[in-house]
């Protein structure tokens, strides 16, 4: 069970969605990542993520879609609120993260880190084919905070939805 592995509970106000639905989150911050970068640099990616609601995206799973746990056990250890707990019942981050190719394929997105601002963004049951939203136009690339990779979707579109998310981010109320 990847919800034991994780030490998860889904909460009981949180429906689960079907592969015929679509989950509407609304606009969001997007980083894309890879379990090759250094766990302490995803951490602290996780954390301020976090704090905006934001979503991160994998390509792909460790060692193969074949083969979940390594996976698993390595987001557990990402959302775990303190890197040295093993126990299942270990404080988590609930940061949204997810697996998704397509969407790496759909914003042109090959490297990481890279951010976009994704207006009305949804997310699809995997199997699901479907609209994924118009492609990206300004992409954010580099070895920076999340903060520094927003400034520079603000500082490209002057969109105050990325300047609300940019002044939670650097703590300015």
């Known amino acids: 069970n990847v ?3 994780l030490g998860l509970e889904t909460p009981p106000e949180l429906p689960t969605v079907s592969a015929e639905e679509t989950n509407d989150i609304g ?3 997007v980083l894309f990542v890879s379990s090759s970068m ?8 996780v954390n301020d993520v976090d704090k905006v609601g934001g979503v991160m ?6 060692g193969g879609i074949d083969s979940f746990i390594p996976t698993a056990n390595f987001l557990r250890q990402l959302m775990a609120v ?3 707990c093993t126990e299942a019942s270990c404080d988590m981050r609930q940061v949204n993260i997810s697996v998704d190719p397509e969407r ?3 914003h042109g997105i090959n490297r990481v880190p890279a951010l976009i601002f994704e207006e009305n963004m949804k997310i699809q049951a995997y199997c699901k084919e479907g609209d994924k939203g118009p492609k990206a136009q300004i992409v954010a690339y580099g070895d920076a905070s999340l903060a ?3 400034n520079v979707l603000f500082q490209h579109t002057q969109d105050l939805s990325i300047k609300a998310l940019l002044n939670t981010l650097r703590g300015i109320k």
């Open 82 to 84: 303190d890197p040295n």
């Open 38 to 45: 250094p766990i302490h640099v995803l951490r602290n990616y």
């Open 3 to 5: 919800k034991q592995v």
């Open 104 to 106: 790496f394929t759909h």
């Open 57 to 62: 995206i994998f390509r792909g799973t460790i």
């Open 27 to 29: 606009d969001r911050l």
């Open 148 to 150: 520094g990779l927003a």
